[in-house]
């Protein structure tokens, strides 16, 4: 017997649901399929009434089989499935439910996909109660509503999708040797996680196809096992793990999981520290809401003795009305010019040049390399393509107009606390939309708005910014571009890295924003899939800087003529002790003067000008550890000298981004350290664009015997990495400069290109193996790892911010209740008709 789809149906003594499982089958627009009808261990008598009435309808495309006894749900599965040899398989089970097109939908997106090993649909939980005439339905519930795509990392939490959702190809389950038998429970969970180690599994998003059936309340055989039996989920779902993280140490070893589980346990024990603050202010808050009470009653007691309560009470509210609506249509007409719909006009319309709005991070307190850099490139590159005409957004204008040369605009002071700025954000949102406004919108909305007078582009340059790590940074961008769009202005994002922590509001927020550039560029893959995740195209670009054109040798220090090796360190250190981090990064500095013999320059990437701080003091700490005899702590220097003594080094050792962008552009082998899971994406992509991604080692992996061996792998092959950087340069030089052309031509007017072409693929174009750290597998495990911890900071900032905005009220009142109490007692001495007088006089005003 032979279908095109097997349809496999478990089912035990539930011969009412089981009819309607067959009818859902049955009522399928696509035809081709068989059931395969496994009756494990049940009454057949119940079966047979289920299969009566319907057995003409489908005719020979049943296979039934009835065990003696039960084998157990992941047994009955493979024997159903091993009984025929269809293309492709669903299990459905027998209390679930299909919508008539999901076969065909599914089918047919596995025609279209044949790399995808399966596909997954969107699916509703049904809560029902089953009657002698029925079924109540109590709820209808969105399965995983937020889920837009089927990845190995969010299943290793829990199962985001169930059997009646999914159809699979029959080569894949042969390939993995079908469920486990040996669990009672979650097979479908484990069968998943093996799923998607080697093969991807799509998901049609839209309205549900599935309808996962459950019933809270019911009993015996009729119940749920996920509800029924969730001691039995909890106990087989730690087997699982167990199982697998032994696996995983086997041929790993133990140090990334070590690692992992103190990393999760220090932030772990932040965040419960956080709330233990949260509920402490939470019980001052009721003790001063219950004394605050009392007084409230005391209030009442004197304003019911008051002459003519109501009168005063109804004057001030008016007062109050109008004073409010009389400030807020001033402040509304005074940001008038922002909701403006006249566009400015284009350079092309109007025959003249415009001016561009330059945002980086620049003009910071301390002076930030990579930032300056990148703002520094991308006025280069549009110079070079003829515009001239620029202003730069900043901290700090008198700072900024020196190193630049050009026009500066202030940028407003913002928020960091993730519940403050998203609250901001959507004032600023209202004001632009033409609703009321408050003090701090008006003040992001004004200066965003005196910055961008004049300017027909606003282009975001490259950075790592729009991330919910760094909340500040993304209100600032997320502001920048409202404002813009709302003035009129073309929306240019270049070379950003976009999370990878980046919380709900955020995610949505970004989206949102990000759909109204031009274009957008995603400096390493992670961030290209992300984005298109979210539905925002992207064009998959090289940082900014990648090219930055070298400084004035002038302008240059002395640097050993011999040679010299370039390393720079950021203090962070991750869940590493600070202590040790600095004795590993100077026995990296160790292991690489052995080889090469070469002075060592400590180039300060973020440090504040003459103070030693930041990169500086981590270097002095560093150099004090390290055994080579000649060690230079440098002084802070500007972004052009800095990438440029970078690009002259034999070698480049670095724990920031940017280092490693300046060395793989110069031709450089690099040995780079990244400190924590925002680390390895942004480095992590910066080598794979270069063919290198294996180069990459986390904080994690030092110490773990390997550490020579990776130090000797990249030296022992620097002629080749040399040589292999060499060959490509020139292909992804040109390409970088097609980006900037494009952007060029936006500016300018002209429509910007959908696609210029692809980023060169150097993946496994490197002859000679690098030595990788870990397995892709461990990698996203902690990847997930570090990701979920950053979303736990962030919502604590959110509980804190529910907290404070309850509470805030709650300070001022003992001072107004005061105010109040002494008016309240004057009142009860005036006399009715000069209070009138009086009342009138006011509101008149």
């Not at 009442?300 to 003795?305: A, F, N």
């Given at each position: 017997?032979?279908?095109?789809?097997?349809v496999?149906?478990?089912?035990k003594?539930?011969?009412r649901l089981?009819?309607?499982?067959?009818d859902?089958?049955?009522?399928?627009t696509?035809?081709?399929w068989?059931?395969?009808?496994?009756n494990?261990?049940?009454?057949?008598?119940?079966?047979d009434?289920?299969?009566?009435?319907?057995?003409?309808?489908?005719?020979?495309?049943?296979?039934r089989?009835?065990?003696e006894?039960?084998?157990?749900?992941e047994?009955a599965?493979?024997l159903?499935?091993?009984?025929?040899?269809s293309?492709?398989?669903?299990?459905?089970d027998?209390?679930?439910?299909?919508?008539?097109?999901?076969?065909?939908t599914?089918?047919?997106?596995?025609q279209?996909h044949p790399?995808?090993?399966?596909v997954s649909?969107?699916?509703?939980?049904?809560?029902?109660?089953?009657?002698?005439?029925?079924r109540?339905?109590?709820?209808?519930?969105?399965?995983?509503?937020?889920?837009?795509?089927?990845?190995?990392?969010?299943?290793?939490?829990?199962n985001?999708?169930?059997?009646?959702?999914?159809?699979?190809?029959?080569?894949?389950?042969?390939?993995?040797?079908?469920?486990?038998?040996?669990?009672?429970?979650?097979?479908?969970?484990e069968?998943?996680?093996r799923?998607l180690?080697s093969?991807h599994?799509?998901?049609?998003?839209g309205?549900?196809?599935?309808f996962?059936?459950?019933?809270?309340?019911?009993v015996?055989?009729?119940?749920?096992?996920?509800?029924?039996?969730l001691d039995e989920?909890?106990?087989?779902?730690?087997?699982?793990?167990?199982?697998?993280l032994r696996?995983?140490?086997r041929?790993?070893?133990?140090?990334p999981?070590?690692?992992q589980?103190?990393?999760?346990?220090?932030?772990?024990?932040?965040?419960?520290?956080?709330i233990?603050?949260?509920?402490?202010?939470?019980?001052?808050g009721n003790?001063?809401a219950?004394?605050l009470?009392?007084?409230?009653?005391y209030l009442?007691?004197?304003?019911?003795?008051a002459?003519?309560?109501?009168?005063?009470?109804?004057a001030?509210?008016?007062?109050?009305?109008?004073?409010?609506r009389?400030?807020?249509r001033?402040?509304s007409?005074?940001?008038q010019?922002?909701?403006?719909?006249?566009?400015v006009?284009?350079p092309?319309?109007?025959?003249?040049e415009?001016?561009?709005?330059?945002?980086?991070d620049?003009?910071?307190?301390e002076?930030?390399?990579?930032?300056e850099?990148?703002?520094?490139?991308?006025?280069?590159?549009?110079?070079?393509r003829?515009?001239?005409?620029f202003?730069?957004?900043?901290?700090?204008?008198?700072?900024?107009?020196?190193?630049?040369?050009?026009?500066?605009?202030?940028?407003p002071?913002?928020p960091?606390?993730?519940?403050?700025r998203?609250q901001?954000?959507?004032?600023?949102?209202?004001?632009?939309?033409?609703?009321?406004?408050?003090?701090?919108?008006a003040?992001?909305?004004?200066?965003f708005?005196d910055?961008?007078?004049g300017c027909s582009?606003?282009?975001l340059?490259?950075g790592?910014?729009?991330t919910?790590?760094?909340?500040?940074l993304?209100?600032?961008r997320?502001?920048a571009?409202?404002?813009?769009?709302a003035?009129?202005?073309?929306?240019l994002?270049?070379?950003?890295?976009?999370?990878p922590?980046?919380?709900g509001?955020?995610?949505?927020?970004?989206?949102?924003a990000l759909?109204?550039?031009?274009?957008?560029?995603?400096?390493?893959r992670?961030?290209?899939e992300?984005?298109?995740?979210?539905g925002?195209?992207s064009?998959q670009?090289?940082?900014d800087?990648?090219f930055?054109?070298?400084?004035?040798?002038?302008h240059?220090?002395d640097?050993?003529?011999?040679?010299?090796?370039a390393?720079t360190?950021?203090p962070?250190s991750?869940a590493?002790?600070?202590?040790?981090?600095?004795?590993?990064?100077?026995?990296?500095?160790d292991?690489?003067?052995?080889?090469?013999?070469?002075?060592?320059?400590?180039?300060?990437?973020?440090?504040?000008?003459?103070?030693?701080?930041?990169d500086?003091?981590?270097h002095?700490?560093?150099?004090r550890?390290?055994?080579?005899?000649?060690?230079?702590?440098?002084?802070?220097m500007?972004?052009l000298?800095?990438a440029?003594?970078?690009?002259?080094?034999d070698?480049v050792i670095?724990?920031?981004?940017h280092?490693?962008v300046f060395?793989?552009a110069?031709?450089?082998?690099?040995?780079?350290?990244?400190?924590?899971?925002?680390?390895?994406?942004?480095?992590?992509?910066?080598?794979?664009?270069?063919?290198?991604?294996p180069?990459?080692?986390?904080?994690?992996?030092?110490?773990d015997?390997?550490d020579?061996?990776?130090?000797n792998s990249?030296?022992?092959?620097?002629?080749?990495?040399?040589?292999?950087?060499q060959?490509?340069a020139?292909?992804?030089?040109?390409?970088?400069?097609s980006?900037?052309?494009?952007?060029?031509?936006?500016?300018?007017?002209?429509?910007?290109?959908?696609d210029?072409g692809a980023?060169?693929?150097?993946?496994?174009?490197?002859?000679?193996?690098?030595e990788?750290?870990?397995?892709?597998e461990?990698?996203?495990?902690?990847?997930?790892?570090?990701i979920?911890i950053g979303?736990?900071?962030?919502?604590?900032d959110?509980?804190q911010?529910?907290l404070?905005?309850?509470?805030?009220?709650?300070?001022?009142?003992?001072?107004?209740?005061g105010t109040?109490?002494?008016?309240?007692?004057?009142?009860?001495?005036?006399r009715?008709?000069?209070?009138?007088?009086?009342?009138?006089r006011r509101?008149?005003?």
């Open positions: 017997m032979h279908s095109r789809v097997a496999i149906i478990r089912t003594n539930r011969g089981l009819g309607r499982a067959l859902s089958v049955l009522g399928q696509l035809n081709d068989v059931i395969v009808l496994v494990d261990g049940g009454s057949r008598t119940e079966v009434s289920a299969l009566g009435p319907r057995l003409a309808a489908i005719g020979e495309r049943m296979l089989i009835d065990n006894s039960s084998l157990g749900m047994a599965s493979n159903g499935i091993r009984a025929v040899d293309e492709f398989i669903a299990v459905h027998d209390d679930d439910e299909w919508a008539p097109e999901f076969l065909a599914t089918v047919a997106y596995l279209d790399d995808d090993g399966g649909v969107e699916t509703e939980i049904v809560f029902e109660r089953l009657t002698r005439e029925g109540e339905v109590e709820e209808r519930v969105r399965m995983e509503p937020d889920l837009r795509e089927i990845t190995l990392v969010d299943l290793l939490h829990y985001r999708f169930v059997p009646i959702s999914f159809l699979f190809r029959r080569s894949v389950y042969d390939e993995l040797g079908g469920f486990d038998e040996d669990l009672a429970v979650v097979g479908d969970w069968f998943h996680l799923f180690v093969h599994i799509g998901l049609i998003r309205r549900p196809l599935a996962w059936n459950q019933r809270r309340s019911a015996s055989s009729e119940a749920n096992s996920v509800i029924a039996g989920h909890h106990f087989y779902s730690l087997k699982v793990r167990d199982r697998l696996e995983h140490a041929e790993f070893g133990l140090g999981l070590l690692y589980r103190e990393l999760l346990a220090v932030e772990t024990g932040r965040i419960h520290e956080r233990e603050e949260l509920a402490r202010r939470q019980e001052e003790a001063n219950a004394r009470a009392d007084n409230v009653q009442q007691h004197l304003v019911k003795s002459a003519q309560p109501f009168a005063l009470r109804a001030r509210s008016v007062r109050r009305r109008l004073r409010e009389h400030e807020g001033q402040l007409e005074a940001l010019p922002v909701r403006q719909t006249a566009v006009p284009s092309a319309a109007s025959g003249r415009q001016r561009v709005a330059i945002f980086g620049v003009g910071q307190r002076y930030h390399v990579g930032d850099a990148m703002t520094h490139a991308a006025i280069d590159e549009l110079r070079k003829g515009v001239n005409d202003v730069v957004l900043t901290h700090d204008v008198e700072q900024t107009s020196r190193l630049y040369g050009l026009p500066a605009a202030q940028r002071e913002v960091w606390n993730a519940y403050v998203h901001l954000l959507q004032d600023v949102k209202q004001l632009i939309e033409g609703g009321p406004a408050t003090e701090d919108a003040r992001v909305v004004r200066t708005q910055a961008f007078q582009t606003l282009l340059t490259g790592g910014n729009l919910s790590q760094y909340g500040g993304l209100f600032e997320l502001a571009i409202r404002v813009a769009h003035m009129g202005l073309k929306i994002v270049s070379g950003q890295t976009v999370g922590v980046l919380t509001p955020d995610r949505e927020e970004a989206a949102e759909r109204l550039s031009a274009v957008t560029g995603s400096r390493e992670h961030t290209h992300l984005l298109a995740s979210l925002v195209p064009m670009v090289l940082d800087a990648t930055l054109s070298p400084a004035d040798p002038e240059l220090p640097v050993p003529a011999s040679g010299y090796i390393a360190f950021a962070a991750g590493m002790k600070r202590e040790d981090y600095h004795r590993h990064m100077a026995s990296l500095l292991l690489a003067y052995e080889q090469l013999q070469l002075p060592i320059l400590l180039l300060p990437h973020v440090s504040t000008f003459g103070a030693k701080d930041g500086q003091d981590c002095a700490s560093i150099a550890l390290t055994k080579a005899p000649d060690v230079r702590v440098m002084d802070q500007d972004s000298a800095t440029t003594l970078t690009a002259k080094a070698l670095s724990s920031r981004y280092p490693v060395g793989l110069a031709g450089l082998p690099v040995l780079p350290v990244a400190v924590d899971y925002y680390g390895e994406v942004r480095i992590g992509g910066a080598l794979e664009n270069w063919g290198l991604a180069l990459l080692r986390s904080l994690r992996h030092l110490g015997g390997n020579a061996k990776w130090v990249v030296l022992g092959q620097r002629a080749e990495i040399r040589k292999h950087l060959q490509h020139t292909a992804l030089a040109e390409f970088h400069d980006w900037w052309d494009a952007l060029a031509g936006a500016v300018s007017g002209a429509d910007t290109p959908k210029f980023l060169p693929d150097l993946n496994n174009k490197f002859p000679l193996p690098l990788r750290a870990e397995s892709a461990a990698a996203r495990l902690n990847a997930s790892n570090e979920a979303n736990l900071a962030q919502h604590s959110w509980l911010g529910q404070d905005s309850v509470q805030a009220p709650a300070a001022g009142l003992p001072g107004l209740l109040v109490l002494d008016a309240g007692e004057r009142l009860g001495k005036a009715p008709a000069a209070l009138v007088r009086n009342v009138a509101v008149l005003r």
